[in-house]
């Protein structure tokens, strides 16, 4: 018969077996995802695919992802919970917001930025954001969206692991920006659209001239993606291979939040 001290020695371990998984399957880190549901439909579209994209990665990679259409939740209380954001096709418009976002970015949080989440004009009213951007301003945009061959511009950022020195992008509405982020000396350009595609458009053509694509300001963990108009941009396993190393390099140190 088995005496007690060995009873409860076996129940101990039989609990740590079945709470094993459970712990095993703890998320490495959360991801918060902000887009807009009443916009362009295009811009709505890839905000969709998106979030089922990152939905994918979330299981197979082991983090969590929350979405939410509610820019209220831009606040110092609920963005320090998450080590990255992501603005899928949109950005905050009032102050209170914005002055958030530019605390978590100025304390170690990490963002990734698609397409139209970037767009600012003379009347956007955020300098702090054109900044944040490398000075980018959006200048003209290409119509209708076309495919386009990108080329890698820094082999040595762990962004572009594993992807190609060029790559056929799905269609997409391509931005300019004047100035240029290249210009800028905080930011490393890491995609940038071949010339080899001009002219590319028909209702809005463009014809020439230097377009970076992918780039990060390295007074920030950031990266902004000129893609995420449509319902194609899933469509390109390397462009999709782009998109999770920045995921994966935002991720990493220092990437961690200071209490405010």
């Known amino acids: 018969m088995m005496n ?15 709470g094993a998984p459970g712990i095993a399957q703890q998320p490495r880190f959360k991801v918060l995802a902000f887009y807009s549901a009443n916009l362009e439909p295009d811009h709505v579209q890839f905000a ?38 992501i603005w899928l096709d949109d950005s905050p418009t009032r102050a209170e917001q914005r002055r958030a976002f530019e605390r978590y970015m100025e ?18 009213n955020w300098p702090w954001f054109v900044d944040f951007l490398g000075s980018a301003v959006f200048h003209i945009n290409s119509w209708p969206p076309l495919p386009a061959k990108l080329v890698i511009d820094d082999r040595t950022h762990p962004v572009a692991t594993g992807i190609p ?17 290249r210009l800028n000396k905080n930011v490393r350009i890491l995609v940038t659209f071949d010339p ?13 001239g230097d377009l970076p694509v992918v780039w990060t300001n390295t007074k920030y963990k950031m990266v ?14 390397v462009q999709n291979t782009l998109i999770e190393n920045a995921v994966e390099w935002l991720l990493s140190p220092p990437g961690q939040v200071k209490e405010f």
């Not at 020195?165 to 982020?181: I, L």
């Not at 080899?196 to 020439?208: C, E, F, Q, T």
């Not at 902004?224 to 396993?237: A, L, Q, R, V």
């Open 165 to 181: 020195d060029s790559y056929e992008s799905p269609a997409n509405e391509w931005y300019v920006w004047k100035p240029s982020p």
């Open 107 to 124: 304390n170690g949080g990490a963002w990734l930025g698609f397409h139209a989440s970037g767009y600012n004009d003379k009347d956007t």
């Open 224 to 237: 902004y993606m000129n893609m995420g108009h449509g319902d194609k941009i899933f469509t390109s396993p």
């Open 196 to 208: 080899s595609n001009y002219p590319i458009g028909l209702k809005d053509v463009l014809a020439r």
């Open 4 to 18: 007690p001290g060995s009873l409860r020695l076996l129940m101990a371990l039989a609990l740590l077996c079945v």
């Open 48 to 85: 969709e695919d998106a979030l089922k994209f990152f939905a994918a990665r979330a299981t197979s990679d082991n983090f969590r992802l929350d979405s939410t259409t509610n820019w209220e939740d831009m606040n110092d209380a609920y963005l320090k919970a998450y080590q990255v954001i």
